[in-house]
Structures are given as C-alpha cells and as structure tokens.
C-alpha cells in the first residue's frame, strides 16, 4: 500500500499543483532579480518564463485530469480532490491572465 493507502494520480495530481506553481513562482523571482540597468530582465529568463507561462494551464489540465483519475480509485480521495480543485482553479487562472495579456498585446497593432 502506497502513502498509507493513498491514491498515486492524486498525489501526482498535488504535485503537479504545487510543483510547477512553484517553479514559476522562482523563475519570475529570479527573471526580476536579474534585471538589465534598463530594467529589463535578460533574454534567455524572459522566454523560459513566457515559455513555461503558455504552458501552465495545459499542465494544470492534465494535473486535473490526473486527480479526477484518482477519484475513481479505492483509496482515499483526499489528495485527488485536493488536486483536481487546485489544478482547476490554477489552470483557468492561469488561461484567464493568458487571455488577458493577449488581448492587451493587440492594442498596439491598431
């Protein structure tokens, strides 16, 4: 029995959640660290951070995807819901800043 009869999609779901909130957490911490004299981060940490930004709701999805997995399971669903919730929630917050910051990006075209 794994984590004391814990379901391993919802705990690959919590990891998910936690892991890559986190690993974008640090790189716009450092990105903001590293800033040019202008102010302006370096290249390279602005198109990991865009990279990894674009990607993020799509790996929320899959987290949820993972959790919503894991409460089918016969053990105990507290880290399938857990993950589900906090993936949902990541991923829409994280498409609706997308979203957000494209449709700003288009007023300098006009």
């Known amino acids: 029995m794994s984590a004391f009869g814990h ?3 919802g705990i690959a779901s919590v990891t998910i959640a936690g892991a890559y909130s986190l690993l974008l957490i640090l790189l716009y ?3 903001l660290s590293h800033g040019r004299r202008g102010g302006e981060p370096g290249h390279f940490l602005v198109i990991h951070a ?3 930004s674009v990607l993020a709701p799509f790996a929320h999805l899959v987290g949820a995807g993972l959790g ?3 409460l089918f399971t016969n053990r105990r669903k507290l880290f399938p819901a857990t993950g589900t919730v906090l993936n949902l ?3 829409l917050g994280g498409a609706l800043i997308l ?3 494209a449709h700003d990006l288009g007023y300098g075209f006009r």
Request: hydrophobic fraction near 70%; charge should be positive.
């Open 99 to 101: 979203v957000w910051a």
């Open 29 to 31: 911490a450092v990105m």
């Open 89 to 91: 929630l990541l991923g």
């Open 68 to 70: 919503i997995g894991g």
């Open 50 to 52: 865009a990279i990894l």
């Open 7 to 9: 379901s391993r999609l």
